[in-house]
C-alpha cells in the first residue's frame, strides 16, 4: 500500500513516444515525487496502469535546464533513454522558446538540438568502452566479439548493450533469446539486447529486446549501441540510418559523442487517479 497523501486529484502526466517507444513523463516540478519502484511498476503495466517502456521522472536542475530519472516498466532504473530524452528536450524548447535543451540524466548532462521538420537530436556521449564502465563482470579479450555465441559487440551509452550482428534481423525470435541474453552473468546490471544486419554501410535494420523485460519498437540508446558496434567491427561509417520497427533513427558517432536524431510525439495528457495511487 503506497502512503501517498496527495493534496492534487492525482498526479498529471505527459504519454509521448520516439517511433512508439512510448514514455509516460511525470513532472515532478509540479505534482508530488512519487515515483519508486513499486508505483513505476503499477503505473507501466499495459492492462492494470497506464503502460510505458519507460516512465521519465521530471524535475528542477541546478546543473541542467532539468534532471530526468528513468525507470523501466519492471520497476528497475535506467541511467539512460535516447529517445525520452528527445521528449524531455522538446518539452524544454516548448517552455523556453529555445532551439537547444540540457538534460542530466544519470550518465550525465546531455545536449539537445532542435533539428527542424520535427526532429530532435541528443547527443548522447562518448560510448563506455571499458569492460568496466559498461559494465560486464570481468575482462574480455575483445569487446567486439564477446565469448557468447554469435560474437556479440559490447557498448554503453549509459546503459548497457550486447549488439549481435545477424544475417536477418527479422527473423530473430527476440521473446524466445531475449530473457536469457538480458540476464546473462557477463552482465551484472543486466543487458539490453540488439539484433542487427547490415543493409549497407550507412545502413542498419535492428530490433531490440530492453533490459527491463520488453521488446520495444525502438530504443535510442540501443541504436547508438549498434552504430558503434557495426563501426568498431568495420562494417559501417560513423553516420547511419537505422531502420527499427517503429520507424528510422540517425546515428551519427561525432567526435563530442554520438548524435541521435528523430522525430517525438506528444499523444495525450493525464492524471493519474488519486485512488489508483493510494491502493499500490
Ligand atoms: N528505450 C530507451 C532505452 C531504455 C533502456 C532501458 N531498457 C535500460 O534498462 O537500459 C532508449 O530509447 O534509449
Known amino acids: 500500500m503506497a502512503d501517498l497523501t496527495l493534496q492534487t486529484g492525482g498526479l498529471p502526466f505527459r504519454k509521448m513516444h520516439g517511433l512508439g517507444n512510448d514514455f509516460v513523463v511525470v513532472d515532478a516540478r509540479s505534482a508530488p515525487d512519487l515515483v519508486n519502484e513499486d508505483t513505476a511498476r503499477a503505473i507501466g503495466h499495459r492492462s ?22 528513468f525507470w523501466n516498466s519492471d520497476g528497475s532504473k535506467a541511467d539512460a533513454c535516447g529517445n525520452a530524452s528527445r521528449c524531455v528536450a522538446r518539452i524544454i524548447m516548448d517552455e523556453t522558446g529555445q532551439k537547444a535543451a540540457s538534460i542530466r540524466t544519470g550518465r550525465g548532462t546531455l545536449q539537445a538540438v532542435d533539428a527542424g521538420e520535427g526532429l530532435i537530436s541528443v547527443n548522447m556521449g562518448q560510448p563506455q568502452l571499458e569492460w568496466d564502465q559498461i ?38 525470435p527476440l521473446s524466445d533469446v531475449g530473457p536469457a541474453l538480458e540476464h546473462h552473468p557477463l552482465f551484472p546490471e543486466r543487458t539490453n539486447v540488439e539484433f542487427i544486419h547490415v543493409i549497407d554501410r550507412q545502413t542498419l535494420r535492428m530490433r531490440v529486446w ?20 557495426a563501426h568498431r567491427k568495420g562494417l559501417t561509417d560513423r553516420k547511419v540510418t537505422i531502420h527499427l520497427d517503429g520507424g528510422d533513427l540517425e546515428i551519427d ?25 493510494e491502493n499500490i
Not at 548524435?259 to 495525450?268: A, Y
Open 48 to 69: 492494470f496502469g497506464v503502460g510505458f517502456d519507460q516512465l521519465a521522472v521530471l524535475r528542477e536542475s541546478d546543473v541542467a535546464d532539468l534532471d530526468v530519472e
Open 135 to 172: 559494465p560486464l563482470a570481468h575482462p574480455v579479450d575483445d569487446l567486439n566479439a564477446l565469448p557468447i555465441e554469435g560474437a556479440p559487440g559490447a557498448a554503453g551509452i549509459g546503459n548497457p548493450h550486447m549488439v549481435f550482428v545477424v544475417n536477418d534481423a527479422e527473423a530473430v
Open 210 to 229: 530492453e533490459r527491463g523485460g520488453m521488446i520495444t519498437l525502438a530504443c535510442g540508446s540501443g541504436a547508438c549501441a549498434s552504430a558503434v558496434v
Open 253 to 277: 558517432w561525432r567526435d563530442d559523442g554520438v548524435w541521435m536524431t528523430g522525430p517525438i510525439t506528444h499523444v495525450f495528457d493525464g492524471v493519474i487517479r488519486r485512488e489508483f495511487l
